[in-house]
């Protein structure tokens, strides 16, 4: 009903810059929260940052000031900009998003995954 792609990911230096872009598209009425999450090589999946439909955005404490997560709700699409990005930000990232679908059921969806990795 409802797919999420995500891109942008990819290998970096340790201090330079990303930006992961993940569209929506599908059976789509509205979409609330919409987030970013990530996981790392042997650890569990950990929250990054959400923005809700009306702009209010949450940060995971280790990217507050490097990371900036952003939405355009006329093209079901949320960003996340990685700036001063460590090491220890490599992982997958996964966009996330509840979604109202046509039929007014509410969907969790989830993208592929995109890599990051940065190098020291």
């Known amino acids: 009903q409802v797919q999420l792609v995500e891109s942008g990911g990819g290998l970096v230096q340790a201090g330079g810059s990303l930006r992961l872009s993940c569209a929506a598209s599908g059976s789509i009425f509205s979409i609330n929260a919409m987030g970013w999450y990530r996981q790392a090589p042997g650890k569990q999946r950990e929250l990054v940052a959400t923005?809700?439909?009306?702009?209010?955005?949450n940060y995971a404490d280790s990217v507050k000031g490097r990371f900036t997560i952003s939405r355009d709700n006329a093209k079901n699409t949320v960003y996340l900009q990685m700036n001063s990005l460590k090491p220890e930000d490599t992982a997958v990232y996964y966009c996330?998003?509840?979604?109202?679908?046509?039929?007014?059921?509410?969907?969790?969806?989830w993208g592929q995954g995109t890599l990051v990795t940065v190098s020291s």
């Open positions: 996330n998003a509840d979604v109202i679908v046509t039929s007014r059921a509410t969907v969790a969806a």
């Open positions: 923005i809700t439909s009306d702009g209010s955005t």
